[in-house]
T-cell receptor
C-alpha cells in the first residue's frame, strides 16, 4: 500500500518568513495530493491540493509543488502570519477503480513566532 | 447544510464497555470514512464506505465495526473497549472517491474518546 513520509515534524519560523514542508510517497500510481490544516482542537480542513498532471499550484500565500519522478511534493507558505500556526498534513491517493483511500503523513506542527 | 456531524464530542469508557460513535452528513455524499488520530501519528483509516450497504476495512480495523444502512449515517461501533482505542475519532465524507476525479474530504469535529 501507499506510504507517505512527512518532514519536518515540527517547524518554527519568524513571522513574515517562509515555511516549507516536504512529503514523499511510495506508490507511483498516486495522482492526487491534498494538504490539510488542523488548528488546535479543530478538524482538519483542506487548504490546497494538486493533481499529477500539474507541477505547481498557488493560492495566495500558499503553493504546492509536485515532482512525480522523485515522488515528492511540498507545501510552501510565504509571508507567514501567527494564524498560520497549526498542524499540517499531506496526503496521497492512487487513481483507478477501487481506490478510495487517502494515506496521510504524520503531520508537521508549524509555529509562527510574532 | 450542517456538513458532517459527529456525536458525542467527548466520552470516557471503562475497559470492556461498548459504545457507538455517531456520524451523519447532509451533503448526499456517497463516500464516508472513519479515521483515528493519535498524537504524532497522523490520521489512520479505520473503515470506509462507498455507498449504502457497502463497507470495507481500512488500515486499522481491529476492534471496530461499522454499518451503512443509509447514505446519511455511518456509525462506528466499539464492542470491547481497550486502552489502545483512546484516541480522537474523525468521520469524513466526500462526493466522489476514485478514478479521474478527486474531491476533498469534509471532516466532522471529532470525538475524543478515553478508555481507562
Amino acid at each position: 500500500g501507499e506510504n507517505v513520509e512527512q518532514h519536518p515534524s515540527t517547524l518554527s519560523v519568524q513571522e513574515g518568513d517562509s515555511a516549507v514542508i516536504k512529503c514523499t510517497y511510495s506508490d507511483s500510481a498516486s495522482n492526487y495530493f491534498p494538504w490539510y490544516k488542523q488548528e488546535l482542537g479543530k478538524r482538519p480542513q483542506l487548504i490546497i491540493d494538486i493533481r499529477s498532471n500539474v507541477g505547481e499550484k498557488k493560492d495566495q500565500r500558499i503553493a504546492v509543488t509536485l515532482n512525480k519522478t522523485a515522488k515528492h511534493f511540498s507545501l510552501h507558505i510565504t509571508e507567514t502570519q501567527p494564524e498560520d500556526s497549526a498542524v499540517y498534513f499531506c496526503a496521497a491517493k492512487a487513481s483507478g477503480a477501487g481506490s478510495y483511500q487517502l494515506t496521510f503523513g504524520k503531520g508537521t506542527k508549524l509555529s509562527v513566532i510574532p | 447544510n450542517a456538513g458532517v456531524t459527529q456525536t458525542p464530542k467527548f466520552r470516557i469508557l471503562k475497559i470492556g464497555q461498548s459504545m457507538t460513535l455517531q456520524c451523519a452528513q447532509d451533503m448526499n455524499h456517497n463516500y464516508m470514512y472513519w479515521y483515528r488520530q493519535d498524537p504524532g501519528m497522523g490520521l489512520k483509516l479505520i473503515y470506509y464506505s462507498v455507498g449504502a450497504g457497502i463497507t470495507d476495512k481500512g488500515e486499522v480495523p481491529n476492534g471496530y465495526n461499522v454499518s451503512r444502512s443509509t447514505t446519511e449515517d455511518f456509525p462506528l461501533r466499539l464492542e470491547l473497549a481497550a486502552p489502545s482505542q483512546t484516541s480522537v475519532y474523525f468521520c469524513a465524507s466526500t462526493d466522489r472517491g476514485s478514478s479521474s476525479y478527486n474531491s476533498p474530504l469534509h471532516f466532522g469535529n471529532g470525538t475524543r474518546l478515553t478508555v481507562t
